[in-house]
């Protein structure tokens, strides 16, 4: 038995294990609102403050920064390590948005819907799973950032009218989930 001076490891959940894994939901979540965050920034970049829809585009990157935010936050009070591989969701996800800006204004809205659609899977996910009330704290934060990832779906599939790019669309919700996957055990 552990002394009072002595930390109790957590333990590692092995394959096919079907426990709550609430450090795996945070790293992932974060790892996503980071590459959602810089989707938005790639988008502006290229698109410009002036460009019509730089208003919207900026209203979405607040509120991914607000996600951000409480992520990182939860974070570190809970001593969650972040994926290895923030460096390259730093980079992909700004070469994403500046990427599809770069197409036009009816691609930029396709991959925002293309992702959010995932995400709010993702975290749709995450709230079934959560439902016990395992974990209240995280479970109400998903549930906040989920309503926000809804509304930016909905506002890209009014700009592009929904499946504008179907091949795009397809490949963006690809790299998605396989994020998802990568986030949850690196």
Known sequence: MADAETPIKPRRHLPGDRRLDT???????????????????????????????????????????????????????????????????????????AGTALLGPKAA????????????????????????GADPELKAMIDDYRADEVEHREAAAAHTGGGAFPVLESLIKAGCRTAIAVAKRI
């Open 23 to 97: 450090r795996a939901m945070i790293r992932v979540d974060q790892a996503g609102e980071h590459g959602a965050a810089r989707i938005y920034a790639g988008q502006l970049a290229v698109m410009g403050c002036r460009h019509a829809m730089a208003g919207e585009i900026r209203h979405m990157a607040h509120q991914e920064q607000r996600h951000l935010d409480g992520m990182n936050a939860v974070m570190a009070r809970r001593g969650v390590r972040p994926t290895l591989f923030g460096p390259f969701w730093h980079v992909a996800g700004f070469a994403l948005g």
């Open 109 to 132: 809205m396709a991959c925002t819907e293309a992702v959010e659609t995932v995400i709010d899977e993702h975290y749709g996910e995450q709230t079934a799973a959560l439902g016990d």
